[in-house]
């Protein structure tokens, strides 16, 4: 790839557009999807140069190209061609595997974002953001807890305790008091103290990697402008000047979180230390100072809670507050309170010894009702602002609305999602437990192992399993007859070509395979509710009998008892299973490239929006796409004045959506929009209806001068934009034919492939659309609504 120079066509955003020869010139800029692409590909040139930008996401022209609004005559034939190439955000080094322990955190910041749209309900807007931060919150805490469960419990305080464990586990020998020559560390205090160093470390680790995230993606400068009257009410708040600019509230939250995160760890050392000194007859010094450690950590964490829920996102303007003093005091409060923690559990203690276990099962049950107690009232939230939808019948709208029959679980995919998170969570905490249990101890029963409540956990796997093998069944029959249906619609579309029923057969599987995807409601909303009960079940029978499950069922009936046994025994082994693949496939992530990538087409999905629930999940690559693009598209339309065609491709449509919004309104009237295997009505649209339901993407089809989208029946992933009245025809073109050619012919001699969600631009409808849409951009007829094209269909120009 040529990088002998950098171009960059020169101007401010502010400064008025300077009349040139370039105004000729039309521009379309591609954005690519999922999985990346490379400039070479998206240009179909092997020799590209870099425009502008850096290593990590940069715009390329072929190198022909570099000077073409020189030579606007060059360029009558087709637009210059520019790629937006952003992979490297998502998929860069080894150290993106480690974005594997921040699932859970992805997937609650996700919740987020799930929330219906509402009109007039803003505080329960803002609760609903609270009660998700407060989730994201409760995970942080579990992880560390499950550090803790590890390092302190397991480690520390049963197998160094134990001789048989200690005879087995050489490495812990200074740790034993059992030896003769037992050393200083050997009193269960000091044990915990250094133990603890394991989840301290676990807390920086997640401070750092957020902290330079933070650094790299939230301090991206968008392009400053002031907020559009209609902002409020236009249906979406990704045309806010502040959207795509975290970087106050994700500095609170990541000191709130690492503050948690110590925090937790400070009272896993020193509540053990503090109830033995409650012993009668302990040392009343000691026994008070256990007391006010415990008083000044329930004080720092009424101080945590007060961070999270004062103050959410500020999107209205560009918020470049820092909060450096609470930043930087909070953290560094829970770490002094950390060491302070540490002295008094290493204060010498002679008589003290570690038996059973710490008292985890009431921290890791507190935690899953309140888990539990939160996605409820998630839910009820969600309910109350799902119902104050004006399209949505009984409302307070206009109350001529009709049913939102397109929104995800109507309104309840936030709360089901936010429990997926908590399961996710408990699923890697209880695994790390039970897989570090195995190895010190493997089937000896010399050390008790963890918590009971991690065990009923593990025990509700098989039942979920069989619960999610019966729902794979269903749709296993349900897509089987789909494929039936669609065996017709297949020959209707190939009326004059033989019949080739395997052909057939291929293609209707595809589109029925690829129909999957709308039923992914039903199997989230499927999974979270039994993951919701089986929790329920598992935190009262932990509760309720303070045993294992085979222990519980002992003296009941023989099928209750095997069917206990074997829940234990297979849940044990699966969870143990599934934490050994997490850290197989993170291993892998971190040598293997193509590993990595598959790795970041997941987080393309899931970090596409910033982190407003936890400061630790992987970073908002759209906090730097977005100003990119937005800052691209601005300056060259000031600079050559020139037609601009927006190209997006999967989520690269997405992107281009967002960047649009962002524009300055007489800019946003100036460019065309192409998507193609576009989810932005499929996904975003159903699954994020308060930023891309109805009335967002009405707004962006009135705001931008004219939008085409094309899709296929067979692609997973893309689908129609599904605009109301006659916007509807105006955006979406018929369905593409995908195959091209359904047998041989003279221009296909060979069997055409069934593309999926790939390779638009080789059907000729792309490059139809794209010079249609170029037509309706010629400054020799603004504001006037073109004719209809040979598809049928009517596009918009500026008005």
Not at 643 to 653: A, F, K
């Amino acid at each position: 790839m040529e990088r002998a120079r950098e171009h960059a066509i020169d101007g401010e955003p502010g400064s008025p557009v300077q009349p040139s020869e370039a105004a000729g010139t039309a521009l379309e800029l591609l954005v690519h999807g999922v999985g990346g692409a490379t400039p070479e590909d998206m240009l179909d040139d092997p020799r590209t140069v870099r425009i502008t930008g850096d290593a990590t996401a940069a715009v390329f022209r072929r190198a022909e190209d570099v000077d073409a609004e020189a030579r606007p005559g060059d360029h009558r034939g087709g637009p210059v061609r520019e790629a937006y190439v952003w992979c490297n955000l998502t998929s860069g080094n080894g150290a993106r595997a480690l974005w594997l322990l921040l699932l859970p955190f992805m997937v609650v910041n996700l919740a987020h974002w799930m929330r219906p749209a509402s009109q007039g309900r803003g505080r329960a807007v803002r609760l609903y953001g609270l009660l998700v931060r407060l989730a994201g919150l409760t995970l942080t805490v579990l992880l560390v807890a499950a550090a803790c469960e590890v390092a302190l419990d397991l480690a520390a305080w049963q197998c160094a305790g134990t001789r048989a464990c200690v005879r087995n586990h050489s490495w812990l020998g200074f740790l034993s008091p059992d030896r003769p020559d037992a050393g200083w560390w050997s009193q269960p205090g000091r044990r915990l103290a250094l133990a603890c160093l394991v989840p301290a470390a676990l807390t920086a680790l997640l401070w750092y990697l957020s902290h330079r995230t933070w650094s790299a993606y939230e301090s991206q400068q968008p392009m400053s402008r002031a907020a559009e009257p209609d902002e409020e009410t236009d249906g979406t708040g990704l045309g806010r000047p502040g959207f795509w600019y975290g970087r106050r509230l994700v500095a609170r939250l990541r000191a709130a979180h690492t503050a948690a995160g110590f925090l937790t760890v400070a009272a896993a050392v020193g509540s053990s230390a503090a109830r033995y000194d409650r012993r009668p007859g302990g040392p009343a010094a000691l026994e008070a100072l256990g007391e006010l450690l415990n008083a000044t950590l329930v004080v720092g964490g009424a101080v945590v809670l007060w961070v999270v829920c004062r103050r959410g996102r500020t999107e209205n303007r560009i918020d470049h507050a820092r909060d450096r003093t609470l930043v930087r005091r909070l953290a560094l409060g829970s770490v002094v309170l950390l060491v302070l923690a540490l002295v008094y559990a290493g204060w010498s203690r002679p008589e003290w010894h570690s038996t059973g276990r710490l008292p985890g099962d009431a921290t890791f049950g507190g935690l899953a009702l309140a888990q539990g107690l939160l996605v409820i009232a998630l839910g009820v939230v969600a309910r109350i602002l799902y119902r104050a939808n004006p399209q949505v019948p009984g409302s307070r709208g206009t109350g001529t609305g009709t049913e939102d029959t397109r929104t995800a679980m109507r309104g309840f995919a936030g709360p089901a999602v936010a429990m997926l998170a908590c399961a996710l969570g408990g699923v890697m905490s209880g695994g790390v437990s039970q897989r570090v249990a195995d190895w010190l101890d493997g089937t000896r029963h010399s050390i008790p192992g963890p918590p009971v409540l991690l065990t009923w956990q593990a025990s509700a796997i098989p039942p979920l399993l069989v619960v999610l093998l019966a729902l794979i069944g269903w749709l296993a029959r349900r897509t089987w007859q789909l494929r039936r249906r669609e065996t017709i619609a297949v020959e209707r579309d190939y009326p004059s070509e033989a019949k080739d029923i395997a052909r057939t057969r291929r293609i209707a599987g595809t589109r029925a395979m690829a129909a999957l995807t709308d039923r992914a409601p039903l199997m989230v909303g499927v999974v979270s509710s039994v993951t919701l009960l089986l929790g329920a079940g598992a935190l009262a029978g932990a509760f309720a009998t303070g045993d294992a499950p085979s222990e519980a069922a002992r003296g009941t009936y023989g099928v209750v008892r095997g069917t206990a046994e074997t829940a234990q025994a297979l849940g044990s082994w699966l969870i143990g299973l599934g934490f050994i693949l997490f850290v197989t496939w993170g291993r892998r992530a971190y040598k293997d490239p193509a590993a990595r990538r598959t790795i970041g087409i997941l987080w393309d999905v899931g970090t596409f929006w910033p982190r407003a629930a936890h400061p630790f999940a992987p970073p908002c690559y759209a906090e730097r796409a977005v100003p990119d693009l937005t800052w691209r598209m601005a300056t060259w339309i000031r600079a050559t004045g020139g037609r601009l065609v927006l190209s997006g491709h999967s989520q690269g449509s997405v992107l281009a959506a967002a960047a649009a919004w962002q524009l300055k309104p007489a800019v946003r009237r100036r460019i065309a929009l192409l998507t193609y295997g576009s989810p932005l009505e499929r996904l975003y649209g159903r699954w994020f209806p308060a930023h891309f339901g109805p009335a967002a993407l009405a707004s962006l089809h009135r705001e931008v001068a004219c939008w085409r989208n094309l899709y296929r029946p067979t692609d997973p992933i893309g689908g129609p934009v599904r605009l109301p009245g006659d916007c509807g025809p105006e955006v979406d073109h018929e369905p593409l034919k995908d195959p091209l050619a359904y047998g041989r012919t003279e221009r296909q001699p060979l069997p055409a492939p069934v593309l999926g969600h790939s390779d638009y631009q080789a059907d000729p409808a792309f490059a139809d659309e794209r010079e249609l849409l170029l037509a309706r951009l010629l400054p020799e007829v603004p504001g006037q609504r073109p004719r209809k094209d040979a598809h049928g269909s009517s596009g918009r120009s500026s008005e």
